[in-house]
């Protein structure tokens, strides 16, 4: 088992940064990947980005440039820093982990998808006005 707690959302203008930490406990050496994704109001989740073990990362083309992922190995925690904020990055943010073999590559596609990943945890409200 393995837990996630986010946190760092909350309420900033257009052109502003947040960052938004998630603490990961429980078995953490079976992680393989993490991943942030968001869902909007009467939308579908969406991927936002994720990291490997390997540090390799990868980022939706909407984030792209803007958002940061990165993760403190000693702390069990991965952080996605987000400038340049707009209103249509609203949305409550999710973490997630994959766990499984270090052998075994998961695709940039595979990782983006929300039926890849193992655990989820409660998410963080993030609100951009304009």
């Known amino acids: 088992q393995v837990q996630l707690v986010e946190s760092g959302g909350g309420l900033v203008q257009a052109g502003g940064s947040l960052r938004l930490s998630c603490a990961a406990s429980?078995?953490?050496?079976?992680?393989?990947?993490m991943g942030w994704f968001r869902q909007a109001p009467g939308k579908e989740r969406e991927f936002v980005a994720a990291?490997?073990?390997?540090?390799?990362?990868y980022y939706a083309d909407s984030v792209k440039g803007r958002f940061t992922i990165s993760r403190d190995n000693a702390k069990n925690t991965v952080f996605l820093q987000m400038n340049s904020l707009k209103p249509e990055d609203t949305a409550v943010y999710y973490c997630?982990?994959?766990?499984?073999?270090?052998?075994?590559?998961?695709?940039?596609?595979?990782?983006?998808?929300?039926?890849?990943?193992?655990?989820w945890g409660q998410g963080t409200q993030v609100t951009v006005s304009s």
């Open positions: 429980g078995r953490t050496f079976s992680i393989y990947a």
């Open positions: 997630a982990a994959v766990v499984g073999s270090r052998t075994f590559y998961r695709s940039d596609y595979a990782l983006s998808r929300v039926a890849e990943y193992d655990y």
């Open positions: 990291i490997r073990w390997s540090d390799s990362t």
